[in-house]
């Protein structure tokens, strides 16, 4: 099993619609952060949790919630799907010290 | 002005070369330095971690530091076609909240 799995690995949805990204990690990482991907923005940090009881938003929470079911669990939200949110979505764990990170495949998420 | 800059390339080197990539930074708060291979179609893989000026060698990668330069590298050498990719350096200024740079495509040519 891969380190952090992501689910779907595809999903093609409509402007409207409500969705989740699902997250789950076997590495025991207290650490959990979701990241979208543009060309030419590079990765940016949408929310993180140090814990299950911590949440925080990053530098691009608008339109976007997580939930934090377990410690190896962490999804992402998107309320009202529109066209700009169409990117490639990435979970990530890291260790305490932030030396260890793993990062899932990827969702590529189309909304249209 | 970007808080991390990195040339997005492609560079195109021959197998066997030096490969030189860089990232410059503006945040003075930045303390932990990390660079990222992201093959195709995958997630991005941690190859470097440092947290001081220098240098920090492994295997054929080494990763180094000027904090007063505000200047970051990853080398490689004797490159190989398997290091096609796009690398991706990354700060932390603390509480784990990674800024990264927007990627260096590479192409390793055989």
């Known amino acids: 099993d891969a380190d952090v799995t992501q689910t779907p690995r595809n999903r093609i949805t409509k402007t409207g619609k409500r969705i989740m990204l699902e997250c789950s990690q076997t590495k025991g990482h207290d650490r959990m952060y979701w990241y979208r991907q543009d060309p030419g923005l590079g990765l940016r940090l949408i929310y993180y949790?140090?814990?299950?009881?911590?949440?925080n938003k990053g530098e691009i929470s608008d339109g976007y919630s997580v939930s934090r079911q377990a410690q190896a669990k962490f999804s992402l939200s998107l309320e009202s799907a529109i066209p700009n949110q169409t990117a490639l979505y990435f979970c990530?764990?890291?260790?305490?010290?932030?030396?260890?990170?793993?990062f899932g495949q990827g969702t590529r998420l189309t909304v249209v | 002005q970007k808080e991390v800059e990195q040339d997005p390339g492609p560079l195109s080197v021959p197998e066997g070369a030096i490969v030189s990539l860089n990232c410059t930074y503006s945040?003075?708060?930045?303390?932990?330095f990390m660079w990222y291979r992201q093959y195709s179609r995958k997630g991005p893989e941690l190859l470097m971690y440092?947290?001081?000026?220098g240098n920090k060698e492994d295997g054929r990668f080494t990763a180094q530091v000027d904090k007063s330069s505000k200047y970051i590298s990853l080398f490689i050498r004797d490159s190989q076609p398997s290091d096609s990719a796009t690398y991706l350096c990354a700060m932390e200024g603390g509480y784990q909240k990674v800024t990264f740079g927007t990627g260096t495509k590479l192409q390793v040519i055989p």
């Open positions: 440092t947290y001081s000026s």
């Open positions: 990530a764990t890291s260790d305490l010290s932030g030396s260890e990170a793993f």
């Open positions: 949790s140090f814990d299950v009881k911590d949440i």
């Open positions: 945040n003075s708060a930045f303390q932990y």
